[in-house]
């Protein structure tokens, strides 16, 4: 009030009390966030909607946004986008001392619409422009799996995506029917998680019915649940590693932590991002909502997969 009355110049009262919440949250930790009504509307594709992308995956090398990856028969890739180019505007937006999770909402949109992309491309003296029609981006959640030497199989999984259970088993059994499994290889490596249920379901294919395998703890009674193996194993016995790096999380981390924590894995690799906090989306008035962190994941010994402490 203060400000409004005596500050030089005419403030907004709205950016300000934006700002301020924002710098509130970030007192807690990175994953809890408002959003404003106009910022909502691609949340809600993201999380429940179709969700439209470009079919790239781009990374800060240096000081560039970089594309590190394309995914064959998507948009970008259509469009003439190779591996390598270093993104300078998204819609007229400078990519310029700017972060990847700061660009990435930019290129993703409604499916049908179009966005904006100039590259700076290795041997081109000038940037290049794309205009890309957003698709429906398809991400196959097991986009490897072979039968190895000595009847291992392996299979890397990208996401804990909607169906990702079934998409491991139906690899396992094409693997299993050209010879009897001997050991299995799942590669959690850069998957950064998603559903929990998914988790959990794999997790069972190698532990017995009802085995706890991660529990919720938070102030609120939502926020207090334990999550155990629905069904019966396929793989009861079967040698097993889990292969993770610096980010793997979430999903990821109670997958491989519940095996291990179960003496039913070997985990191979680096320690894992660390990602062990739960968030729920709750409205507040004038169409903001905010999403915020009501729980901790904790697997079967105890431990919380939280790296840090952020409160």
Do not use: W
Request: charged letters at 25%; a neutral charge.
């Amino acid at each position: 009030r203060k400000v409004n009355e005596e500050y030089v110049d005419a403030p907004s009262g709205t950016i300000l009390l934006k700002k301020g919440i924002d710098g509130m949250c970030k007192e807690l930790d990175p994953y809890t966030v408002l959003f404003t009504e106009n910022e909502i509307t691609d949340y809600r594709l993201r999380t429940k909607g179709k969700y439209g992308g470009v079919g790239l995956n781009i990374e800060n090398i240096g000081e560039d946004i970089v594309v590190t990856e394309l995914l064959e028969g998507q948009a970008a890739a259509k469009a003439g986008i190779k591996i390598g180019d270093k993104i300078i505007q998204v819609a007229g937006i400078s990519t310029e001392h700017r972060k990847v999770e700061d660009i990435s909402p930019l290129i993703s949109g409604a499916p049908g619409t179009f966005v904006q992309l100039d590259i700076q491309r290795s041997g081109l003296s000038s940037s290049k422009h794309f205009e890309i029609l957003r698709e429906e981006v398809k991400m196959n959640s097991v986009p490897y799996y072979k039968l190895l030497k000595g009847d291992i199989a392996y299979l890397q999984l990208n996401g804990f995506t909607e169906n990702c259970s079934r998409d491991v088993t139906d690899a396992l059994q094409k693997m299993n029917k050209t010879a009897p499994l001997k050991g299995i290889i799942i590669d959690l490596r850069d998957n950064g998680g998603g559903l929990l249920d998914e988790a959990v379901k794999i997790v069972g294919f190698f532990v017995a019915k009802g085995t706890l395998v991660v529990t919720m703890k938070g102030k609120i009674p939502d926020a207090r649940q334990t999550h155990r193996t629905p069904s019966e194993p396929v793989y009861p016995n079967t040698p097993l590693s889990i292969l993770i790096n610096g980010h793997s999380a979430s999903a990821s981390e109670i997958v491989a932590g519940a095996l291990q924590d179960l003496d039913r894995a070997i985990i191979v690799g680096e320690k894992s991002y660390g990602k062990g906090l739960v968030q729920v989306t709750k409205p507040l008035s004038m169409g903001n909502q905010i999403k915020v962190t009501i729980a901790k994941y904790y697997i079967p010994s105890g431990r919380c997969i939280q790296k840090l402490d952020y409160v």
